[in-house]
């Protein structure tokens, strides 16, 4: 009994771009007549109209996050970090006209550390903070990690990701994925993430490939090109001209090489990490392929180029669709097994150090 | 409206029921007639608002999260009076309307905007000097010992200085040994010239001209302004991240803007005057100097980024020269040489802490 059969692929995105243009508009005015204050509205707003639309199974998520917590989140993070690195600017600025520019230099290195702690520490915390103002048949998710351990993962499982050349970055990257999941619940039940790189590390290598390719068809253009050169009536002139040319279509041709790669060893990752995730029994599952990614990012790029710019309102609901359309869900939940989040969240007030949102960042 | 169906989530678990809906006092029951289940009175002042998106709306309930009751379409009569406004923009705007707000809000910012700019000016003067005096000594030190000293040095710059600062303003003059064409004002009204100005220029003069300029930004507390502006703005702004080397830049290529430079000038001629010196010197030296804008000589344009130089500023200082005036010289030649040969001859000077900043 109340059990819920998975049909379909569970997630379903059944928002219109025309019903969420008033919600944009209207922020984007908001937003820059307060001098930016009002994003933390916006954010909710959009948010609040998002996850209203999104359907998981038979129900819509709810979003009760509100505009208030992320705001004074973003507040604290001011006074906890803003005002210390502004006196420690200072105070850099002082050592330096002082002449102890080595002392200034520890200073700085332990502002950057401390600041690189904070990232892992609010990348927990956002996640942390969203998933206990998501709804579904009235129970939410959370955790009851605070995620200071996290912090300390996030540095130095990604400085051992950078050494090396670098080799071990998807290692890093899955395991604080799988790591950061680990520790999330929804309802009573905790997410088991169980993410492997393994997969992903064949298009990783693409990166160390592409360079000795590039490096090849360089000297293979080159050779070719030198008789052609030589033939040519206008001489050194039309020479230099054509080497402009090849030199310029190599850039673009190395930066949208490295472009693509990053876009493939992204989606094959992204597919792995939320393949590995479930919950009791439910199991997840990402559809989207590189050329869906690809599709995703050159609609951007087009949408804010033939806006000029305000099209960039409309992202965030073009990407949370992408997100959900290509979701997926197998498996099956029992809903009288759901029982409500005990997780602490609301303990320590609606907000505050909760509200570390990525984005007050 | 008997038989109108609520579904209906309990917040305990996410069983999902329809509901019927039985008033009773100043709430009402839900109940689910196929399963007997009945769940527990509720206030209608409890109920908050969720969401209505379309026809779909949303109520939940302030005493038990995870509440939920929601129907479709219109609600029925007798229920609709009770159930709760949702927010649209947030509070405070939805009370305005969303013109009356927007339009608030701009005026707002426009003050903001206004008082941002302004109000460093007006909050620097009411610094006590003392204060700025402890902050730039914390601040400035001894310069990292890259104060250039020799006995004669140090008497032709004191001669300097009390020709253009007789009432002492400047609580320090000193000489850096810095290959920049440049002279900074610091907190606490210390006044540093760099040795490359000194090799820069071609007469005592022009660095009297330059001194007197430094000295109005001392006499109006431009330093003081910049800090304040600057740390208004990296709060504003949540000026996290930089470097060092981007901090020390901004105290030393601190734009005070343009009236602030003007009026900089204003000093420098009229203290030049009382002195008795020429300011051709000085509006020679503006030329020289702004012709080299594309010059080889990239220093020149360490003083023109924070000084922005005009034509305007050099036919000041030429329309200063009084025709007929006993002018004398700001330093003898003994003295001149001294004060440029001071860096080179002062074993103790520490050198230029690298190639630019």
Not at chain 1, 85 to 113: D, E, K, N, P, S
Not at chain 1, 122 to 135: I, K, N, Q
Not at chain 2, 134 to 161: E, I, K, N
Not at chain 2, 215 to 243: A, P, W, Y
Request: glycine residues 14%; charged residues 15%; contains cysteine.
């Amino acid at each position: 009994m109340d059990q819920e059969r998975i049909g379909g692929d569970g997630f379903a995105f059944e928002g219109n771009w025309r019903d969420y243009a008033p919600i944009a508009f209207t922020n984007l005015l908001l937003t820059i007549v307060t001098l930016g204050i009002y994003r933390f509205w916006a954010t909710t707003r959009t948010r609040r109209y998002l996850w209203a639309n999104t359907r998981f199974i038979d129900d819509r998520l709810e979003w009760t996050g509100t505009g208030k917590e992320l705001f004074l989140g973003f507040l604290m993070v001011l006074v906890l970090i803003g005002i210390p690195l502004l006196f420690l600017q200072f105070g850099a600025q002082a050592l330096i006209l002082q002449g102890h520019a080595g002392l200034a230099g520890i200073l700085t290195l332990a502002a950057f550390v401390t600041i690189f702690y904070m990232v892992g520490l609010a990348r927990f915390r956002a996640l942390r903070y969203r998933l206990s103002r998501t709804w579904w048949h009235g129970i939410r998710g959370g955790s009851d990690d605070q995620g200071f351990g996290y912090g300390i993962s996030y540095m130095w499982k990604s400085f051992v990701g950078s050494i090396a050349l670098g080799l071990l970055i998807p290692w890093s990257m899955m395991s604080l994925w799988n790591e950061r999941w680990n520790r999330m619940s929804f309802g009573p039940h905790g997410f088991e993430a169980a993410g492997d790189h393994g997969p992903t590390f064949r298009r990783f290598l693409l990166f160390y490939l592409f360079p000795i390719v590039a490096a090849v068809g360089i000297a293979i253009v080159a050779v070719a090109a030198i008789p052609l050169g030589g033939m040519q009536p206008g001489g050194n002139a039309g020479r230099i001209g054509g080497m402009f040319v090849v030199i310029g279509l190599f850039i673009v041709g190395i930066y949208a090489g490295l472009g693509l790669i990053a876009l493939a060893f992204y989606a094959s990752f992204f597919r792995e990490a939320v393949g590995g995730l479930s919950l009791t029994g439910l199991n997840f599952h990402f559809h989207a392929r590189t050329r869906d990614w690809f599709l995703l990012f050159l609609g951007d790029i087009a949408l804010v180029i033939a806006t000029l710019g305000i099209g960039s309102i409309f992202l965030q609901y073009r990407h949370w669709k992408f997100f959900v359309t290509h979701m997926g869900a197998t498996g099956e939940i029992y809903t009288d097994e759901l029982t409500q989040s005990q997780t602490k969240t609301s303990r320590h007030g609606e907000g505050l150090l909760d509200a570390l949102d990525v984005g007050a960042f | 409206m008997p038989d109108f169906r609520f579904w209906h989530y309990d917040g305990v678990t996410a069983v999902r029921r329809s509901v019927l809906l039985r008033p009773a006092g100043d709430g009402f029951w839900l109940e689910e007639p196929e399963s007997g289940w009945t769940g527990a009175h509720t206030r209608w002042s409890d109920l908050t608002v969720i969401g209505a998106e379309a026809d779909r709306s949303v109520y939940g309930n302030s005493a038990i999260p995870g509440w939920r009751m929601g129907f479709s379409g219109e609600a029925p009569d007798g229920i609709a009076a009770h159930l709760p406004r949702g927010e649209r923009y947030g509070r405070w705007i939805d009370r305005f309307g969303f013109w009356p707000a927007a339009g608030v809000f701009t005026v707002i910012a426009a003050l903001v905007v206004w008082g941002a700019l302004a109000a460093p000016g007006v909050i620097a003067p009411l610094i006590p000097r003392s204060w700025e005096n402890r902050m730039g000594d914390a601040m400035v030190g001894d310069f990292g010992g890259r104060f250039c000293r020799t006995p004669a040095g140090d008497a032709a710059l004191q001669a300097l200085v009390a020709q253009v600062d007789p009432r002492h303003e400047a609580r320090q003059v000193a000489l850096a040994n810095i290959p920049i064409v440049n002279a900074v004002t610091l907190p606490g009204g210390r006044i540093i010239l760099f040795d490359g100005l000194l090799q820069q220029a071609r007469s005592p003069d022009e660095v009297a001209g330059v001194l007197g300029h430094e000295l109005g930004h001392v006499r109006h507390r431009d330093t003081m302004t910049g800090l304040v502006r600057q740390l208004g703005l990296s709060v504003v702004l949540g000026g996290l991240g930089g470097n060092t080397g981007a901090y020390l830049n901004g105290v030393l290529a601190m734009s005070y803007g343009r009236d602030a430079e003007s009026a900089a000038d204003g000093v420098a001629i009229d203290q030049m005057r009382e002195a008795r010196i020429s300011p051709a010197a000085t509006a020679a030296f503006f030329e020289r100097i702004g012709g080299k804008e594309e010059g080889r000589e990239a220093q020149a344009m360490t003083w023109l980024s924070s000084h922005p130089l005009s034509a305007e500023r050099r036919r000041r200082f030429a329309a200063a020269v009084k025709p007929g005036s006993a002018y004398r010289p700001a330093l003898d030649q003994a003295q001149w040489q001294a004060l440029r040969g001071s860096c080179a001859a002062d074993p103790k000077a520490a050198k230029f802490w690298g190639e630019g900043f």
